[in-house]
């Protein structure tokens, strides 16, 4: 299973930043791995260790912003889609050994 944690923090404040700062320490503290800037995910072993950590992570919220904690299977894990930019058309995506220039 892993855990993912999504969050968006206010950062107007010298105090908003620090708690934003504490937030992301607990997190990489307790085996957290950045996915995005304000999404991380950690592998759990089964539901018992999930409601353990979330319950840490609800005795470490940050005073102000939104927090979402999503529990997932590896399986939905392994089926992410990582997209960036523009496709390439020089990219030849097949499974076929043979190339003909």
Known sequence: MRLIVFF???????SDLTSYRNFRR???KNGFVMMQKSV????VLNGNS???LKN?????????GL???LQI????YASIEYLKGKSQS??????ERIIEI
């Open 8 to 14: 968006d923090l206010p950062m107007l404040t010298d």
């Open 26 to 28: 607990f997190l990489l």
């Open 40 to 43: 991380y995910s950690r592998l």
């Open 50 to 52: 999930s409601e353990l």
């Open 56 to 64: 840490q992570i609800r005795k470490n919220l940050p005073r102000d």
């Open 67 to 69: 927090i979402q904690l």
């Open 73 to 76: 299977t590896e399986k939905q």
């Open 90 to 95: 020089n990219v030849i995506d097949s499974n």
